[in-house]
């Protein structure tokens, strides 16, 4: 069982930065994988970016180059440093946990946090 917190969404207006934090709580942190998703209004949920057990990453093309992840050294908090933010990045970012490697589809993934709302906005 695997518990996740997500924290650092906002209203930003366009261009800036914001850095959401999926805090990891649980057994046997170490053989999970870590994924980002956004579920804008109206659309489905989309994988943006994803941190494997081995640390490896995967980013989208929409937003690959402006979004990086990290992990911290105890493997409880993973970090999603989202750059020169766009209207089109306005969503709800969830993070989501299966194990040892991402996949590309939110059914393949065991644990979910509650979301954070993310707004880009002038």
């Known amino acids: 069982q695997v518990h996740l917190v997500e924290s650092g969404g906002g209203l930003v207006q366009p261009g800036a930065s914001l850095r959401l934090s999926c805090a990891l709580s649980g057994r046997a942190l170490h053989v999970y994988a870590v994924a980002w998703f956004r579920q804008a209004p109206g659309k489905e949920r989309e994988l943006v970016a994803g941190l494997n057990n081995g640390d490896q990453t995967y980013y989208s093309d929409s937003v690959k180059g402006r979004f990086t992840l990290s992990r911290d050294g105890s493997r409880t908090t993973v970090y999603l440093q989202m750059n020169s933010l766009k209207s089109e990045d306005t969503a709800v970012y969830y993070c989501?946990?299966?194990?040892?490697?991402?996949?590309?589809?939110?059914?393949?993934?065991?644990?979910w946090g509650q979301g954070t709302q993310v707004t880009v906005a002038s």
């Open positions: 989501a946990a299966r194990p040892l490697v991402t996949a590309s589809t939110a059914a393949q993934y065991d644990y």
